[in-house]
């Protein structure tokens, strides 16, 4: 679904990202995991037309998408949650909800998704009339993970999901991720927390100052003694 092909991509004199070459089949939920500042986000950013390479290539659904801007790339079918959210914390669920159907297709296809929306997530229903700034932390993930699917993506890419969540709400957002899954979206996950994304992947891949060192199965990298040493403090 998604190949990503000798990515480097830089800010001014600065290089953040090395020849990144990355793969996601579809029905998949694929982790790349590494430390703060490794490239994560710089990573999806230049996927999702934010950042603009200095070579290399990224390729959806067989057509080569490097280099178009964000709202061609949603148009296509890739949904970007960035880290925290971003909420409009004064405007309710549904009008939060809306914004991610800003897209001509999208807004003619609103209601449908709004309840596919809400079939995946009831609680968003139920607080539909409720301002974002009012929820819970587990709730405003679950609305900005909503929003992402207003666009009728076929790929979910998520930004540090678990920043800045109590550990009880981590392994909800996480069982979040599983649900889209089963609901036909796959699902690219950007984690610090190595631990809970290896458990939860079906593969991924490890960035280490911008370029991937190891990938391949969760359970392979979960038995890796770089992985175990670096990350897991085993």
């Not at 004199?13 to 590494?34: H, M, R, S, Y």
């Not at 700034?133 to 207003?150: F, I």
Request: aromatic share 6%; proline share 3%.
């Amino acid at each position: 679904m998604l190949e990503v092909n000798t990515l480097n991509v830089s800010y001014g004199n600065v290089q953040v990202l090395w020849d990144v070459c990355l793969k996601v089949d579809e029905g998949e939920i694929v982790a790349l995991v590494g430390a703060n500042g490794a490239g994560k986000t710089t990573l999806l950013n230049a996927i999702a037309g934010l950042v603009k390479p200095a070579s290399g290539s990224v390729t959806f659904l067989g057509e080569d998408i490097t280099g178009y801007s964000s709202n061609a790339i949603v148009e296509r079918g890739i949904a970007y949650l960035p880290e925290g959210g971003r909420l409009f914390p004064d405007m309710s669920v549904l009008e939060n909800l809306e914004m991610g159907a800003y897209l001509k297709n999208s807004w003619n296809k609103r209601n449908e998704r709004l309840e596919k929306v809400y079939e995946i997530f009831p609680l968003l229903k139920e607080r539909r009339k409720q301002l974002a700034k009012t929820l819970s932390g587990g709730e405003r993930q679950m609305l900005a993970m909503g929003r992402s699917l207003m666009s009728g993506p076929k790929l979910g890419m998520f930004d540090e999901l678990s920043y800045g969540m109590a550990p009880k709400l981590v392994m909800e957002a996480f069982k979040m991720l599983e649900t889209l899954r089963d609901n036909g979206i796959t699902v690219f996950l950007i984690e610090q927390n190595v631990k809970q994304s290896l458990e939860i992947a079906d593969r991924a891949y490890v960035l280490e100052n911008g370029e991937i060192v190891s990938g391949g199965s969760c359970n392979a990298l979960l038995e890796s003694d770089h992985v175990r040493k670096a990350y897991l403090g085993l």
